[in-house]
């Protein structure tokens, strides 16, 4: 899914992508990309900071995400949840979310009503009161959040553990929602400080998808942010992970019905020049039911429930190549692990035929086209290039999508996906005593 | 996908829930037509992407189904997919996946829906798939015991979830024996007990066109779809088909189910029966969930649980308006240590409903959010797809869309107030809590 969204126009050849978006710059710093689709009389407006947990200090983990909670808990001019009301009100949803890389606030309403949501963001932008006791109660909704998400879950509780293990010095190690101690401890002050240290037109840009004019809601958008100062933004050294030499590997016990396996194998971020093939990699393996991983663990040798690989490239920083599966019931995680090394293995010694690379690039194309049927699609598939450096880096994707042969899919194989570059968690279930 | 939950942080759930459908302020041009077969279709053109979305819904569902084989609905649905007359399993996803299609089968309380999602370029391609899968679909027996098999393990990991835990026991209790309140895949005894012979059985007497409605959104003129129909689907054979029943009536019993599972949070449904979507209530229901708990952060559960206690990540109530009798629930997670105030609450936001009159402000809030939000959900081809078939499920009119709003705005507040008293907080509720009993302390009531 990650690749999914990192996904966007498709058999529309490049020309007419970089014809469909316009880009702007207030004075301030503030960039707007603007991409008029009139399909239907709504628009889709979202406001991207550069700042997630990449940005964050060890004993402060979690703290964009408390913000993005706070930024909805009221300004100097609007109490709290005021903001979601004025945005139901008239009709449309309103939502946000942190990341490691960014945290992204949106609004999706009628056309005619957009101006509403520039209005009450670039208010939330400047304006926030992160009130001293809204944050003892809304720290409390994050842990509760926190028990859900992870706690409770333990496939995801072995992801959260696979993050902290496979990496050991770079800040994607840590849970964008944060350790439970530390958001136990996050402070208004601290919060305040992160809010105007990230917080600014420079340091932000806009996505609007939809049935607008670009003259005029660029009217809009520069009454609303355009008297707004820059700032300067410090830059937050991040730690460079030094290489993996040698095979990870760990048990996390947990109460669960079946064992769960995940791999994970360090690779490098898009745009670097083994992206496209390692794309192109997991949708053999893992795009759907005549995939490589399902066809052969799932439903011809009956050793998993369910197995998936994907790369996830989409970061400022290298990430990873993930290959995860459950064993089927009576099946234990070593066969399972056995029979996912041996699909890796077979990709490393035998190219892919020239069909297979076919359908896992058409696959890819059609899902670049099926994801502009939705205006908040297209709108996050455009925010997901800037953030990595440009919106027009969608072009440079497909083209090299379109550019992978069998041989180039082999090779990085072989490359990423060795034991000496490899960490793997197995969840075991553990029954407690009730 | 487990990895993004993982890695993405969402920070609000907006559930305007119970209202399942709603409409287009601006008018859909719909094009219906019945074939000789029976088959309802409906067609609406969008040119502006190489692009088409096929729903079909068949009146399949556990409503059709024995109760010893609860289950068969879903299996069938599972296996449409898994081999036909000309095509293997191996064929049929291979030759989706090829042209970066899509294809999928799953049943609901009250129907199948087979969805197709392909390029214009392949459309040709693509009706023939679907209408191979589901006039022909053979049923191997050997692809029956592994789909068993895949069914019978998810069930299993299901359980590692606490809410699926707790929505589990909370229908069982709210329905008793009715369809609707076991799960729709089934469980691994009755799973066992279908044989081949129950699912040929199903799948002749469920999957006819007169049983089935089609809708096609997209990059298609009407020609060009007729000439698809008159191809793929004017083979399709018209039966008689299972009478369905119109109402089912829970016996419900005051209850209150405690599981107990090593969990930080306690997960709690409370909730009874609620009414069919064909009751005309439904609107003035959907303006009172709304208030109550379907409205997100402007709903009075999230202000008072969430934004004011700080005790739970969301909160909401839900109407889930069934054909043939629904249901109604709040479902919450919140730490163990705080379940038994985070359920005085919300029998104190519920009994606050049935005794006084909402605000001015509140009713108005709910009805510009239901009327307004209608371009929403119609915002893409995929959706629209999907809507057309459940309009004509639940016989709303294809000018429905038109007379939503008028649904909508014509609710006061006494209606808002009537509603409450008949479909909330019945002396029967049923509650059920799954987490770390001894953390708490709920009695049995």
Redesign the interface.
Known sequence: ??IAAAVAFL?LAPVRLEAAVREYTLENGLKVLISEDH????ATFEIWYRVGSRYERSGETGLS?LL??MM?KGTSRYG??VF??II?????????????DYTMYFE???SDRIGLAIDLESDRMANLTIDPKET??????????R???Y??????SL??NLMATALIAHPYRRP??GWMSDVASLTREELYDHYKEYYSPNNAFIVIVGDVKADEIMEKIKAAFGLMKRRDIGVTPVTREPGQKGEKRFVLRK????PYLMMAFHTPAFPHEDSAALDVLSTILS?????RLY?SL??DR?IA??A?A?Y?GMYIDPFFF?V?G?P??GKDAAELEKGLSEEIGMIKDTPPSE?EV??AK??????F??G????YMQAMKIGTFEVLGSWKLMGTYLEGIRKVTPGDVQRVAKKYLTAENETVGTLIPAK?S? | MKIVRALVVICIFLTAAGCLLSADADALEVNRTVLPNGLTVLQVERHNLPIVMVTLLVKASPLDEPPDKAGLANLTAELLTEGTGKRSATDISGEIEFIGASLAASADGDYTLVSLSVLKKDIEKGFDILSDIVLNPTFPEMEISRNRELIKGSLRQSEEEPSFVASKAFKKAVYGDLPYGRLVAGSVETLDAIQRKDILKFHSECYRPNNSFLSVVGDLTPDEMNSLLNRFFSGWKPAEVPKRPSLLKAEEKRKTILIDKDLTQANIVIGHEGLRRENPDYYAVSVMNYILGGGGFSSRLMQSVRDEMGLAYDIHSFFAPYKAGGFFEVSVQTKNESAGTVIAEIEKQIERMRKEAVSDQELEDAKAYLTGSFPRRLDTNRKIADFLVLIEFYGLGLDYVDRYPSYITSVTKDDVLRVARKYLGTDDPVMVVVGRQAKMTLKKR
């Open positions: 899914m990650v058999f399909k239907v009389p709504l995400h993005e909670h909805f709290s949840k979601s009301k139901q009100r008239n009709g449309g949803t309103d939502n946000a979310m942190t990341t490691k999706t309403m009628a003892l109660s809304e720290r409390s909704v994050v842990m509760e959040e028990r859900m998400r706690e409770d879950d333990p496939q995801n992801f959260e964008v929602i109460e669960a019905e079946l795009g759907g039911k005549s995939s066809r799932v439903y009956k429930l369910n998936g994907d996830s993930f995860w459950t089927a019931p069909k076919q359908k058409n696959q890819i194309e059609a899902s086209i099926f502009q049927d939705s205006l407690n009730q």
